[in-house]
């Protein structure tokens, strides 16, 4: 018997919509409720398994609300925010390549947020307060509750996830009316497809807002107190200016505050 169209996802003209697990209880439901107002998706009860769902739709998004997490869905792929390499960052600390990098800070500014995995890590290794700034609402969205249900865990990384503060916003324009506002602005800008890319890399690039490096290097070097740290593969020539801190797979450059 053929499937029955659904009339949430035909009556949307998008491709994304809001939904939760196939067993959510009412606390799911509201919040899928909320989120779905919050990005301006549909919200579509789950009446059958995820895959189907996306297989109604051409270039088709989900973001999914369970009771463990919240997660941005398409086929093949799962974005959420974790912990990501925490024991590593815990065992190495001070002598952590990002630690070196950043140096001492009371306040840091992830300009390029995402999954919140390197503000969550700069966090423990400096003690500091960090401000994610995200330009994708959907992310922005999905960095935040996953960072409140980190630091509600209890776990090792609970104290740094309660110091990331997520703010919905392009990392230019925030920067750019902000002068000497804090000690290090930090960038993971959207280089080509390492060749080892992780599971969700290319749905992290469709989300992501495309600031050309340049440009937020402009605006971040003039709200920088100390420093601007940038996160780049080996293969990429350093910036004028700047210095390289070398890690095992990716270096750091340094680049005074200008």
Not at 25 to 44: C, F, K, M, N, Q
Not at 47 to 73: F, K, W
Not at 173 to 179: C, D, K, N, S
Not at 238 to 246: I, K, M, Q, Y
Request: hydrophobic residues 50%; contains cysteine; proline residues 9%.
């Amino acid at each position: 018997m053929a499937t029955p169209p659904l009339p949430e996802l035909e009556a949307s003209s998008g491709s994304a919509f809001v939904t939760t697990s196939a067993r959510a209880g009412d606390g799911e439901i509201s919040r899928a409720h909320a989120v779905a107002t919050l990005l301006g998706w549909p919200y579509v009860p789950r009446t059958m398994n995820l895959a189907p769902l996306l297989a109604r739709r051409a270039d088709p998004l989900a973001y999914v609300i369970s009771r463990a997490r919240e997660a941005l869905c398409a086929p093949g792929a799962e974005l959420t925010t974790g912990p990501g390499m925490f024991h590593h960052v815990l065992d190495l600390g001070a002598r952590h390549p990002l630690a070196i990098a950043v140096g001492n800070a009371a306040s840091v500014v992830d300009g390029t947020l995402g999954l919140a995995k390197d503000a969550l890590h700069i966090a423990q290794l400096t003690g500091a307060a960090v401000t994610g700034l995200e330009g994708s609402l959907p992310l922005a969205t999905l960095a935040e509750a996953g960072l409140q249900r980190l630091a509600r865990e209890g776990a090792p990384w609970s104290p740094a996830a309660a110091r990331v503060t997520v703010v919905a916003a392009d990392a230019r324009e925030w920067l750019a009316t902000r002068l000497r506002c804090v000690d290090v602005v930090y960038l993971d800008p959207m280089f080509e497809t390492p060749g080892q890319a992780a599971p969700g890399f290319e749905l992290l690039r469709r989300l992501a807002l495309p600031t050309p490096l340049e440009h937020l290097l402009e605006v971040a070097r003039r709200a920088a107190k100390l420093r601007v740290v940038v996160r780049l593969p080996r293969a990429v020539a350093l910036p004028p200016g700047a210095t390289r801190v070398r890690g095992q797979a990716v270096d750091y450059a340094v680049i005074p505050a200008g």
